[in-house]
């Protein structure tokens, strides 16, 4: 299918193909810009380690095996901007549910940025959410650009502290793999805007990985968090609890896994409580993001919210 750029007047090409099983599905758009060919495809699961390593060069820290637990939850949900046959560029859009998606590693290399290619990568990927309430965590300076290109708004500021790792772990929490999977995703699902059974199998398994969950006088999960290692230290996230007490010591025996290590959590500002453990714990803010979404916000228990499992990925 040929159509016209009206902005610009280049030639372009919409191309879809899909395998037999759907697995293996991309999308292809093809736009000739002075002799050179700008294209946007799903990515390849390889190719998701590109796009996390660029984060990783933006400085936002991403987890050593972040790609598999993150290609997972959407498997053409990750888009890749080429340009002559050469990635410059990466976007992704994970729908979780026939209602909310979330957006995510959208990088151009520096050499390639405020050429309109942004803004096609991001038009392609966008148009993956079809009609979703669409989330994601943006970088400050962009949020007039995310406003007036897409619509979204700014909900709430994320903050990332950093501390040490180490201390003593207390005798509350057990291993994560102790809590069958269905309890521990019921409980993460109240947390999110849509259940990710698949992101979170993956996630919670990485290597690196280390879980603790405290579990009610009911049997019930009454709070869980992860710690993976990520491209400097070590990163808790989500940490997501009943009360600030069982967050407290979910904290702190994640935090006990990473002796003399930098520690980081994402936390949502609204919630003064998480706010207030980090700093307790000798955390200081090294970064921002807006929380922003196309439609309502999700109706979510942020007093519960104690650390954002991932920027990326929501």
């Not at 999977?181 to 849509?194: C, I, K, N, Q, T």
Request: net charge negative; with cysteine.
């Amino acid at each position: 299918m040929a159509i016209r750029d009206p902005g610009r007047g280049f030639h372009c090409r919409v191309a879809l193909r899909i395998s037999s099983n759907g697995r293996n599905a991309y999308r292809l758009t093809r736009i000739h810009v002075n002799g050179e060919e700008f294209a946007v495809r799903t990515m390849r699961q390889r190719e998701v380690e590109i796009a996390v390593d660029w984060a990783a060069q933006e400085g936002w820290n991403p987890g050593v095996h972040d790609a598999d637990a993150f290609y997972a939850a959407d498997p053409e949900g990750f888009f890749i901007a080429e340009l002559d046959g050469e990635p410059i560029g990466s976007l992704s859009v994970v729908n979780y549910s026939e209602t909310f998606a979330f957006a995510g590693l959208y990088i151009l290399r520096p050499e390639y940025r405020n050429r309109g290619y942004g803004s096609r990568l991001f038009a392609a990927g966008m148009a993956h959410a079809g009609g979703r309430n669409v989330g994601g965590d943006g970088v400050l300076s962009m949020q007039e650009k995310y406003r007036t290109r897409s619509g979204f708004t700014l909900v709430y500021r994320n903050i990332r502290f950093e501390g040490a790792g180490g201390g003593n772990e207390p005798e509350g929490p057990v291993d994560i793999s102790t809590v069958p999977f269905e309890r521990l995703a019921a409980y993460d699902a109240r947390h999110f805007p849509a259940p990710r059974l698949r992101f979170l199998a993956a996630w919670i398994r990485q290597e690196g990985t280390c879980g603790r969950a405290v579990i009610g006088r009911d049997g019930e999960v009454a709070g869980y968090g992860v710690i993976r290692r990520c491209r400097h230290g070590c990163k808790i996230g989500p940490l997501f609890a009943d009360t600030p007490e069982v967050a407290e010591d979910i904290f702190l025996a994640l935090s006990a896994q990473a002796p003399d290590e930098p520690v980081y959590l994402d936390v949502p500002e609204p919630n003064a409580a998480a706010v207030a453990l980090a700093r307790r714990h000798g955390m200081a803010p090294v970064f921002e993001t807006a929380r922003i979404y196309t439609k309502a916000a999700p109706d979510l228990p942020l007093d519960e919210i104690f650390g954002v499992t991932s920027f990326e990925l929501g």
